[in-house]
């Protein structure tokens, strides 16, 4: 288990686009099961909607991500190296979710090959499913992206 300490040293995001506050399970290169707490005070709520508040999908799918960047990367926390979402794939959203609710997500390696690393994600609040979908990543040098 991680909390928000641990995790600040393993995550590259950071608030207010850091989305995951605690890994409940983390097997490196399997699997990892994390929480994000969805609170009325973040930002994209007071566009999204000002009268009934739901979270982004995008976000949704985001917090999923940064889950998927701590199996990727394992142990080991290499600084040059972050890991981008190339593909989100068949990604369903069942239910909206708000502000109060605690998304309990898990995240699971399918398979590997070369540079890339797909995943399937399920999210869910109060047991009941939320989100589901698949995504696939791969790593890059942090100095090729700012490369012209």
Do not use: W
């Amino acid at each position: 288990m991680m909390n928000i300490f641990e995790v600040n040293k393993r995550l590259k995001q950071r608030p207010p686009f850091q989305m995951i506050e605690k890994v409940l399970e983390l097997a490196p290169g399997e699997y990892a099961r994390g929480t994000k707490n969805v609170c009325i005070n973040e930002p994209y709520f007071t566009g999204h909607f000002p009268q009934v508040p739901i979270m982004p999908g995008v976000l949704i799918i985001e917090s999923c991500a940064q889950l998927c960047s701590l199996v990727i990367e394992g142990e080991k926390t290499d600084e040059d190296v972050i890991y981008v979402l190339l593909k989100v794939d068949t990604f369903k959203f069942v239910k909206p979710v708000l502000p109060g609710d605690t998304l309990d997500i898990t995240v699971t390696k399918t398979s590997s090959g070369g540079t890339l690393t797909y995943f399937d994600a399920k999210v869910m609040v109060d047991g009941q499913i939320r989100a589901k979908g698949s995504m696939v990543f791969t790593s890059i040098p942090k100095e090729s992206i700012m490369e012209g």
